[in-house]
């Protein structure tokens, strides 16, 4: 075979065969394994359950991480399988928690889930609100 009909088969292939077209994705929300571990806590009932996370506008800043349980996905939820836990991320708030990683931390004050966001370009002094 030479050079030119080479050419010639691997162009006649490729019309031929359906390009697939493979998208990177960012995932929307990494949990951490003592985030797992809490929620499988939380969420070990008879009736699966689901934590939502979302954003308000609220705060100094201007937003504010909301988190609530739910017994089902909504239309354009954005479903985070890990480890056993499922997550469901509010589409109104995919693009600002996308890329983060959700924490769960204790201290001797306090037990919370707390974000690592990329995104934020700025919190108030409490540390409650965030800005993107």
């Given at each position: 075979?030479?050079?030119?009909?080479?050419?010639?088969?691997?162009?006649?292939?490729?019309?031929?065969?359906?390009?697939?077209?493979?998208?990177?994705r960012?995932?929307?929300?990494?949990?951490?394994?003592?985030?797992?571990?809490?929620?499988?806590?939380?969420?070990?009932?008879?009736?699966?359950?689901?934590?939502?996370?979302?954003?308000?506008?609220?705060?100094?800043?201007?937003?504010?991480?909301?988190?609530?349980?739910?017994?089902?996905?909504?239309?354009?939820?954005?479903?985070?399988?890990?480890?056993?836990?499922?997550?469901?991320?509010?589409?109104?708030?995919?693009?600002?928690?996308?890329?983060?990683?959700?924490?769960?931390?204790?201290?001797?004050?306090?037990?919370?889930?707390?974000?690592?966001?990329?995104?934020?370009?700025?919190?108030?002094?409490?540390?409650?609100?965030?800005t993107?």
């Amino acid at each position: 075979m030479t050079f030119s009909s080479a050419i010639r088969q691997a162009a006649a292939n490729s019309a031929t065969k359906p390009s697939t077209k493979l998208r990177l994705r960012k995932a929307p929300l990494i949990l951490t394994p003592a985030a797992v571990q809490r929620l499988k806590n939380l969420t070990n009932q008879d009736e699966p359950q689901f934590l939502r996370v979302g954003v308000k506008t609220k705060g100094c800043s201007g937003n504010s991480y909301m988190l609530e349980f739910t017994k089902k996905k909504d239309k354009f939820d954005e479903v985070v399988d890990q480890d056993g836990v499922t997550v469901l991320v509010d589409s109104k708030a995919l693009l600002t928690v996308l890329g983060s990683e959700m924490d769960y931390v204790e201290d001797r004050l306090s037990s919370q889930f707390v974000f690592h966001n990329p995104n934020v370009k700025g919190t108030c002094g409490c540390g409650e609100s965030f800005t993107v």
